[in-house]
C-alpha cells in the first residue's frame, strides 16, 4: 500500500535554517545539516528543503551545501531555491538530490518543466506554489519571490498547465497560513486537487498531527508537509526538532484509513 | 570493496554514507581500474533513461563495467534507473539498454488508475520478496521502500522477478539473474530496510 508521506520542510536563509510567519518574520532555528541528522535518526518519509535566498537575491544555489545535505540524508530530498535552467537542474541531481523545486522560474519559464523533465525524468521536478488569498477579492493568488511579488495566473489553471508540461509533482504551499499552525488550506488543497492528477504535497499551517490527519482523510494518498510543527515545541515556540514515531504514523494512517491508496 | 559506479548521476554520496557506517568498505568509482579492484558493484540512477544511457556511455567506464558483470560475473545492483538500465529498452527513450536482462521498460498504464491517475509513483510502499535469503534476507515481513518513477521493469522470464509491489496492480519492484540484481525503489534512501538490503547485497 502506498502510503501518504509526512514530509518536514525546512527553509535555508545565510546559511541557516529559519521558520517564517506569513513568509515574514524569519527566525533561526538551527543548523542545516544538523536538522538532517536528528530527521535521519527520526526515519522521516522524506524531507523539503527550501534556499529562500537564491531566487530573491538571484543567485546560484549553494551546490556545497545541498551536496552536504544529500550525502548527509538517508531519506529522499527535495530541494528548491535559485533553480532557473536544465543545467541547474542536472547539477543538483548529480549531487544526490532526488527532486528539485522550482517555483518562481516556473511562472516566468513554464517551458523549463518539460526541458527539465527530458533531462532528470518528470519525477524529479516538483513545482511549489506560493497562494494566497486576496483580501480584497479573496480569490486565490499565485505569488512569486517568497510571496512579495504578484504573478497573474490562477493557481488551478497554472496547476494543469505544469502537468501537462512534465512535472511530477505539486506542493501547494498556503502564505496566509504559513507558520500560523492552524491548520492546513484544505479549500485551497482541493481547488488543486481538482485542477491536477499529479501527486499532491500541501504545506502551510499544520500545527498538530490531528491537522495532518485531516488533510488525509481527505485527500488519501497525500504528503502533509509542515515546517513549525515540526521544529517548534509548545506554545512559546521553543526550538525542539520533533517527529511522529512510526507507530504513531501508522497509528495515523490507519485511523484516516478508507481513503488511503485511492 | 564495493564499487559506486559514479557516472554523473545518483545518489553515490549516501550510498558510501551507509556502506561506511556498516563498516563495508566501499570506492566512488571513477575509473575502470576502481572497478576492477571490487568484488561488488553498485550502478545508481536518477534521470530519463535517455540520459543516464548517455552518462554511463559517455563515462569511460561502461566497458570495464561489462567486464566485470558479464565476464568475472561480479554482483552487481542497479538502483532505480540503474535497474533500469538492464533492460534491452525503455518506452522512456530510444537509446538500448545494457541488455543484461531480458525485458523492456514500459510506462505504468494510466488507464488503470479509472481517472484517478498518480504518476509519478511517489512514496513508501510495501515490497513482498519472492525469496526469503539473498537480497531480501530479514526482509520478508513488513518492509518498506521509497519509490518515485513512471516507469517500471517489466522481464520477459517471470523468473527474474525477486520481489513485487502493488500500485494499482503488481509490478517487479526488483529482479535478478545470477549475479545482476536490480532494485526500482531507493535503498539508499530507505532508512532500515535499505540500510539491511545494501549489507545483504555486500554478503552476496
Redesign the interface.
Known sequence: MLRPRIIPCLLVKNGGLVKTVNFDHPKYVGDPINAVRIFNEKEVDELIVLDIDASVQNREPDYALIRNLAGECRMPLCYGGGVRNVEQFERIVSLGVEKVAVSSTAVRTPELISRAAEVVGGQSVVVVMDVRRDPGTKKYQLRMHNGKVHCDREPAEFAAEVERLGAGEIVVNSIDHDGVMKGYDLELARTIRRASTLPMSVLGGAGKLQDIADLIREFGTVGAAAGSLFVFKGSLRAVLINYPSRAQRDALFEECNGRQNR | MIAIVHY???????I???YKRLGIPQVIATTPADLAAASHIVLPG????D?AMKRLNESGLREALEHCVLVERKPVLGIC?GMQMLAQRSE?GSLPGLSWIHGEVRRFDASR?AG???????????VRPRQTGGLFKQLTSGA?F?????YYFSPKNDDNVLATT??FGEFACSVGSENIYGVQF?P??S??W??QLLKNFAEL
Request: net charge negative; aromatic share 16%.
Open positions: 554523473g548521476l545518483g545518489n553515490v554520496h549516501a558510501a554514507n551507509i536518477v534521470g530519463a533513461f540520459w534507473v522512456e488508475f484517478e491517475t498518480r504518476l509519478p509513483h511517489m512514496g513508501w510502499n510495501d518498506r521509497y519509490f518515485l518513477h513512471s502493488d500500485y531507493h539508499e534512501k532508512h532500515q535499505g540500510i
